[in-house]
């Protein structure tokens, strides 16, 4: 690295995940009962009859939403703090599971058999149809983006050695325990595309801001974690290598020469038997010994900071990490990320019944790992850790972030509702129907105070 730039401080940075799910219909007998569309449909039809719209922001903050495919959706509100996301992101989850739970019961009864809708918080279904968790980031418009994505590619690439959420994928005609999910449905590293190809980031250009001072960055790669930890971690360790570099942090030592095929390769072996790949520079690093860097670089960068809540403790947690992977003991692991949890699970079934990992009852566990309707209970079981406490999941249910604007846009649709007013609300927009001035335009997510809202909201008071 040729510049290291020591700070005293993490800037603030609004911060959020969007994540998709996926959802199947089943009888006793495990057999499909209707169609993804029809399961999409019957699990919104409340939210639909509420709003006369599939589409909606809560007054939690949050956008829940049925995305293309019959995906069910669910963004988090905007955030400043890692408890806050973590929070706000299982609300979401604990919201869909609920959801899911009535339309079982609506289908039951629709259908005549006994149906349990499953909801799916992984990346891939078994005929390879894709599900995203995208993170969030702002960023200033001072910032050179292109070369600030460019410098992430490494980190982004090599990062799944600890949050990736484990697949058993058939490659080239075998059937192997992969460490990410997402990892072979990437292309390409910094791109404007979401569909033609897949990038580590996307570029497209929207802010939810004022487009003179922010831009957002939007992370795709990622797989969608089940547990909290890596959860925290990635937007933890993200936070803290994009204030680097925001700083004048220099890491283009350590850049990737071939960053997709190593990203491909990396899935394919646990981290302490990683094979070397090649850098720009012609030097060659395992993944392990490239994050073992950026863990190391960026704790010397924050040696003397004063962080945010979490942070400290995810510096620690990501060495601790490092050390036990590169022992090769993931099973230290188990129950604190995700892909060493699974793999545990995985290889005592298959050890316990004779099992190849091709055989389907490995295939089931592994999707019973990502059911958050009738999957494992691991945390319930004592079997993995939690970090958010059950209040703050039910407060994050209602409650927005009281830190960004949210928390403005969570007063309006709380206000309007109980009310019986129309409205609309976006990222940036708040809109009262038939209401003169009853528009108003949020462009700084840091603002939690506004006369025009809170002047809007006394008219509705007496509407």
Known sequence: MTKLTYLDSLPPRILGIETEYGVLAAGQDGRRVVDADTVGRELFAPIHQRYQASSVFLENGGRLYLDVGSHPEYATAECLDLQDILAQDRAGAEILRDMAVSASQRLTDQTGIPTQVHLLKNNLDSVGNSCGCHENYLLYRTSQFRALADALVTFLVTRQIFLGAGALLRIQGET????????????????????????????????????????????????????????????????????????????????????????????????????????????????????????????????????????????????????????????????????????????????????????????????????????????????????????????????PPQNTRATLRGQFIRCAQDHNLQFQADWTKLRLRGKAGGDITLSNPFVTESESVAKLLRAMETL
């Open 176 to 399: 192997k325990f992969c460490l990410s999910q997402r990892a072979f449905q990437i292309d390409d590293t910094v791109s404007a595309a979401t569909t033609t190809t897949r990038p580590l980031v996307n570029t497209r250009d929207e802010p939810h801001g004022d487009a003179k001072l922010y831009r957002r960055l939007h992370v795709i790669v990622g797989d969608s974690n089940v547990l909290e930890s890596p959860t925290r971690a990635k937007i933890a360790m993200m936070n803290l290598l994009l204030g680097a570099l925001e700083a004048g942090g220099d890491f283009s030592d350590i850049a990737l020469n071939n960053p997709i095929g190593a990203l491909q390769e990396i899935t394919q072996n646990l981290p302490h038997q990683g094979k070397p790949l090649e850098l720009v520079s012609g030097k060659q690093f395992t993944a392990l010994e490239l994050q073992a860097e950026f863990c190391s670089r960026l704790s010397r960068i924050y040696s003397e900071a004063t962080l945010p809540a979490g942070y400290r403790e995810v510096l620690h947690e990501w060495q601790a990490w490092i050390k036990a992977l590169a022992a090769g003991d993931y099973l230290a692991l188990n129950g604190v990320l995700d892909w060493p949890t699974k793999l545990t699970l995985l290889e005592k079934l298959r050890s316990r019944q004779g099992l190849t990992w091709g055989d389907s009852k490995l295939a089931r566990l592994d999707l019973a790992y990502h059911d958050l309707v009738a999957g494992l209970n691991l945390e319930s079981r004592g079997l993995a850790q939690r970090l958010t406490a059950t209040h703050e999941v039910e407060t994050a249910k209602t409650t």
